[in-house]
C-alpha cells in the first residue's frame, strides 16, 4: 500500500491518497502507512508527510487515533445533535430543551410586524440592540463593544472563525466538545487543538499548551458547558485570562448558549486588555431552535470583520425576528416562563443524577440540559445493553477529540422523563452496567 502512495510535496501526497479513496483502494478503516516509514519511502522530509496527512485530517478524509495511527475515516455523517431519525426506542440522547417549556409567541405575532424594511436600512432592530446592550454590557470587562445579530450561535461562531482564520489554522476547543462546534472547525479545514475540561471548565494547562502551539482562537463555553455541564469557576476564569494577557490577539470566541437559563453566574475569559474577542448568546435553548438568532458582541475590528463575512450571504437577520425576540424577551410573563424552565432542567437532572448515585453511579449534575454520567466500564458497551431494554442513549466518544476518559461517559438528556420513565431508566442503566461487566458500588460505598 505504500507504494502506492507517490508525491513530492505535502499537497501531491494528499491528493494521492484521496485518489485511492475515491478509486476504493483504500476504504474507511485502513490504516495509513507510519509518517516515517511514508517520508522514508517517498524519499521527502517528514514534515512534508506530517503536512499531507495534517491536510487530510482537517479535510476530514483520515483521522488521527494517536498509538492507532492514522486511519481512513469513515463516510458516516459527523453527528449532530437532535432526535434520531427512524428509531423505535426511546431517545434520550436529544440535547433539545422541552417543548412544553418554549414560550408561545402566538400573542407577540399578533403585533409585532409593524413597517417593512428595505435594503440599505440598519441590519439590526433598534428596539433589540437596545435589549442586548444592557443583556451583554454588564458582562464585559472590555469597554469598547458592538453588536452583531446573527443566524444562531453556529452561524456566528463559523463566521468569527472564517474573518480571522485561513484553511490549517489551529483552533483551541473544549475536549469533551460540543458536536456543532468539532463539525464547524471540520468543515472550515482548520485544525482544532484539545483543551481538556474539568469540573472547574477549561484547564489552564490545557489552553497554556493549545496556545504554545500557535493556536490562533479558542472557543470556550463559559457554563453549562455542553457535554460536560461545567460552568468557570472565578478563580479559573481569573487563571485563564492571565494566560491570555500574554496572547490579546488570539481571538476568543464565548458561546454562552444556556444564558437565561443557567443557574451558575458567567465568567469570562476575556480581559479588560484583550484584543480580538466576541461574546455569543443566542435565544434557542429557551425560546426554541427555530428562533435562529443570536446576539455577539465584539471588539470593533472583530465586528467589522464579522459584517463583511455577512455581505455576500445572508446580509442581515430577518427583522420580523428580530421583533418577536425583542417582543418575547422583553414580555415579563415570558421572563417567568424562562426562569421556571431553568429551575425545571436544574431540579430535573438533580433528581435524576440522586437516583443514579443510590444505585451505585456516582452522578453529580452540571448546569445545562444534559447529565454527564461516568461508567465503570466502556460507554459503548453499556450503550448496546441500553438498546436492548429500548433505550438510544448517546456514548462520550462522540465528543471526543482526545479525551480517553470520555469513552466511559454518557452523555444523558433525561429533563423531559415522567418519574416512572427516570426510574426505569435509572434501573435500566444499572443493569446494563452490570451486563457490561461493570459493577456499581453498593449504595453508600460510592
Same mark, same amino acid.
Given at each position: 500500500?505504500?507504494?502506492?502512495?507517490?508525491?513530492?510535496?505535502?499537497?501531491?501526497?494528499?491528493?494521492?491518497?484521496?485518489?485511492?479513496?475515491?478509486?476504493?483502494?483504500?476504504?474507511?478503516?485502513?490504516?495509513?502507512?507510519?509518517?516515517?516509514?511514508?517520508?522514508?519511502?517517498?524519499?521527502?522530509?517528514?514534515?512534508?508527510?506530517?503536512?499531507?496527512?495534517?491536510?487530510?485530517?482537517?479535510?476530514?478524509?483520515?483521522?488521527?487515533?494517536?498509538?492507532?495511527?492514522?486511519?481512513?475515516?469513515?463516510?458516516?455523517?459527523?453527528?449532530?445533535?437532535?432526535?434520531?431519525?427512524?428509531?423505535?426506542? $426511546?431517545?434520550?440522547?436529544?440535547?433539545?430543551?422541552?417543548?412544553?417549556?418554549?414560550?408561545?409567541?402566538?400573542?407577540? *405575532?399578533?403585533?409585532?410586524?409593524?413597517?417593512?424594511?428595505?435594503?440599505?436600512?440598519?441590519?439590526?432592530?433598534?428596539?433589540?440592540?437596545? %435589549?442586548?446592550?444592557? %443583556?451583554?454590557?454588564?458582562?464585559?470587562?472590555?469597554?469598547?463593544?458592538?453588536?452583531?445579530?446573527?443566524?444562531?450561535?453556529?452561524?456566528?461562531?463559523?463566521?468569527?472563525?472564517?474573518?480571522?482564520?485561513?484553511?490549517?489554522?489551529?483552533?483551541?476547543?473544549?475536549?469533551?466538545?460540543?458536536?456543532?462546534?468539532?463539525?464547524?472547525?471540520?468543515?472550515?479545514?482548520?485544525?482544532?487543538?484539545?483543551?481538556?475540561?474539568?469540573?472547574?471548565?477549561?484547564?489552564?494547562?490545557?489552553?497554556?499548551?493549545?496556545?504554545?502551539?500557535?493556536? $490562533?482562537?479558542?472557543?470556550?463555553?463559559?457554563?453549562?458547558?455542553?457535554?460536560?455541564?461545567?460552568?468557570?469557576?472565578?478563580?479559573?476564569?481569573?487563571?485563564?485570562?492571565?494566560?491570555?494577557?500574554?496572547?490579546?490577539?488570539?481571538?476568543?470566541?464565548?458561546?454562552?448558549?444556556?444564558?437565561?437559563?443557567?443557574?451558575?453566574?458567567?465568567?469570562?475569559?476575556?480581559?479588560?486588555?484583550?484584543?480580538?474577542?466576541?461574546?455569543?448568546?443566542?435565544?434557542?435553548?429557551? *425560546?426554541?431552535?427555530?428562533?435562529?438568532?443570536?446576539?455577539?458582541?465584539?471588539?470593533?475590528?472583530?465586528?467589522?470583520?464579522?459584517?463583511?463575512?455577512?455581505?455576500?450571504?445572508?446580509?442581515?437577520?430577518?427583522? *420580523?425576528?428580530?421583533?418577536?425576540?425583542?417582543?418575547?424577551?422583553?414580555?415579563?410573563?415570558?421572563?417567568?416562563?424562562?426562569?421556571?424552565?431553568?429551575?425545571?432542567?436544574?431540579?430535573?437532572?438533580?433528581?435524576?443524577?440522586?437516583?443514579?448515585?443510590?444505585?451505585?453511579?456516582?452522578?453529580?449534575?452540571?448546569?445545562?440540559?444534559?447529565? %454527564?454520567?461516568?461508567?465503570?466500564?466502556?460507554?459503548?458497551?453499556?450503550?448496546?445493553?441500553?438498546?436492548?431494554?429500548? %433505550?438510544?442513549?448517546?456514548?462520550?466518544?462522540?465528543?471526543?477529540?482526545?479525551?480517553?476518559?470520555?469513552?466511559?461517559? *454518557?452523555?444523558?438528556?433525561?429533563?423531559?422523563?415522567?418519574?416512572?420513565?427516570?426510574? $426505569?431508566?435509572?434501573?435500566?442503566?444499572?443493569?446494563?452496567?452490570?451486563?457490561?461487566?461493570?459493577?456499581?458500588?453498593?449504595?453508600?460505598?460510592?
Amino acid at each position: 500500500m505504500t507504494l502506492e502512495i507517490t508525491g513530492s510535496s505535502a499537497a501531491d501526497i494528499a491528493a494521492s491518497v484521496r485518489a485511492l479513496i475515491e478509486r476504493g483502494a483504500l476504504r474507511p478503516g485502513d490504516a495509513l502507512p507510519p509518517v516515517r516509514n511514508l517520508a522514508d519511502d517517498l524519499g521527502v522530509n517528514r514534515n512534508t508527510a506530517v503536512a499531507a496527512y495534517r491536510q487530510l485530517t482537517t479535510a476530514g478524509v483520515v483521522v488521527t487515533r494517536g498509538r492507532g495511527g492514522t486511519r481512513v475515516a469513515d463516510r458516516s455523517a459527523v453527528a449532530q445533535e437532535g432526535f434520531a431519525a427512524d428509531s423505535v426506542l $426511546r431517545d434520550v440522547a436529544t440535547g433539545n430543551p422541552d417543548p412544553d417549556l418554549i414560550p408561545d409567541p402566538s400573542r407577540a *405575532l399578533a403585533g409585532m410586524a409593524g413597517r417593512p424594511v428595505l435594503y440599505g436600512e440598519p441590519v439590526v432592530d433598534p428596539g433589540l440592540e437596545r %435589549w442586548a446592550r444592557d %443583556w451583554v454590557g454588564d458582562d464585559l470587562a472590555p469597554s469598547e463593544v458592538r453588536l452583531t445579530i446573527t443566524s444562531g450561535a453556529a452561524d456566528a461562531v463559523e463566521r468569527l472563525l472564517a474573518q480571522a482564520l485561513v484553511r490549517d489554522d489551529a483552533v483551541a476547543l473544549e475536549d469533551p466538545c460540543f458536536l456543532t462546534s468539532i463539525h464547524t472547525v471540520r468543515v472550515g479545514g482548520y485544525r482544532p487543538v484539545p483543551v481538556p475540561v474539568d469540573d472547574e471548565g477549561m484547564t489552564v494547562a490545557g489552553l497554556r499548551a493549545a496556545l504554545e502551539q500557535g493556536v $490562533r482562537a479558542v472557543v470556550c463555553t463559559p457554563r453549562a458547558q455542553n457535554p460536560t455541564g461545567a460552568s468557570l469557576s472565578e478563580r479559573r476564569a481569573e487563571e485563564l485570562r492571565a494566560v491570555l494577557r500574554e496572547h490579546p490577539y488570539v481571538l476568543v470566541i464565548e458561546d454562552d448558549h444556556f444564558s437565561m437559563l443557567s443557574r451558575r453566574p458567567y465568567r469570562s475569559l476575556i480581559g479588560p486588555e484583550h484584543r480580538r474577542w466576541a461574546l455569543v448568546r443566542s435565544v434557542s435553548k429557551f *425560546l426554541g431552535p427555530d428562533m435562529c438568532l443570536a446576539v455577539t458582541a465584539s471588539d470593533p475590528e472583530t465586528a467589522d470583520r464579522l459584517a463583511m463575512r455577512l455581505t455576500p450571504g445572508t446580509t442581515w437577520v430577518s427583522h *420580523l425576528l428580530q421583533r418577536l425576540t425583542l417582543a418575547l424577551v422583553t414580555d415579563p410573563d415570558v421572563d417567568a416562563d424562562i426562569a421556571a424552565a431553568g429551575a425545571h432542567y436544574a431540579a430535573r437532572n438533580d433528581a435524576f443524577a440522586g437516583r443514579l448515585t443510590e444505585l451505585g453511579l456516582p452522578t453529580t449534575a452540571g448546569d445545562g440540559l444534559n447529565l %454527564w454520567v461516568a461508567l465503570p466500564v466502556p460507554a459503548r458497551d453499556v450503550s448496546e445493553q441500553l438498546m436492548r431494554r429500548g %433505550w438510544l442513549v448517546r456514548t462520550g466518544d462522540e465528543f471526543v477529540l482526545a479525551d480517553a476518559p470520555a469513552t466511559h461517559r *454518557l452523555r444523558l438528556t433525561v429533563h423531559d422523563l415522567s418519574d416512572a420513565d427516570a426510574e $426505569r431508566l435509572a434501573t435500566d442503566l444499572a443493569a446494563a452496567v452490570r451486563a457490561a461487566g461493570g459493577r456499581p458500588a453498593p449504595a453508600g460505598m460510592e
